[in-house]
């Protein structure tokens, strides 16, 4: 990917030996899975694994084709690791409210990191907000929400680092 640019018609011919040095590479990661499933036993612990990574070989080897598609997807994984987490520590949503809502926290929270906002201080801004306000959000929510805010309070709620 160092040597890609999404901007070029033609890549440059860095990119394109890399590339075919990628291709011969997926090629042959396919032909040697093919090949071990073939002189595998019929029960063999393996077999299941080489037929999934064949019978998914179109959708795993899409960057080849495409680079701009990651390789994996460990930047979703990622996304979803807190969520899943807080999901199995508190034993899942029992209704259908408790699940809106645990959604709703999980978008807040995933736009204020993505902010670069710092979740912990500006959930206890938020909170002091609702207090003052007798329980209840605030009227307004402009200075609340990242791309409205004051750059003042943008400052003071951003995360460290």
């Not at 071990?36 to 080897?61: D, F, I, W």
């Not at 201080?121 to 200075?143: I, V």
Request: aromatic residues 6%; proline residues 6%.
């Amino acid at each position: 990917m160092k040597h890609y640019d999404p901007a070029l018609d033609r890549q440059t011919a860095t990119f394109a030996q890399a590339q075919r040095a990628l291709e011969v590479e997926v090629e042959r990661l396919f032909a040697d899975a093919e090949q071990e499933l073939a002189v595998l036993p019929v029960g063999a612990r393996e077999t299941k694994a080489l037929r999934s990574l064949l019978n998914h070989r179109s959708g795993l080897s899409v960057f080849v084709d495409k680079p701009q598609v990651p390789m994996d997807n460990n930047a979703a994984e990622h996304a979803l690791r807190g969520p899943v987490i807080g999901r199995r520590l508190s034993f899942g949503s029992d209704g259908e409210t408790g699940a809106r809502f645990t959604a709703l926290l999980y978008s807040v929270v995933a736009t204020l990191k993505t902010n670069g906002i710092d979740v912990r201080r500006w959930l206890e801004a938020w909170l002091e907000a609702c207090a003052k306000n007798g329980g209840q959000a605030p009227d307004d929510l402009s200075p609340w929400l990242p791309w409205s805010m004051s750059e003042e309070r943008r400052c003071a709620l951003m995360a460290p680092g």
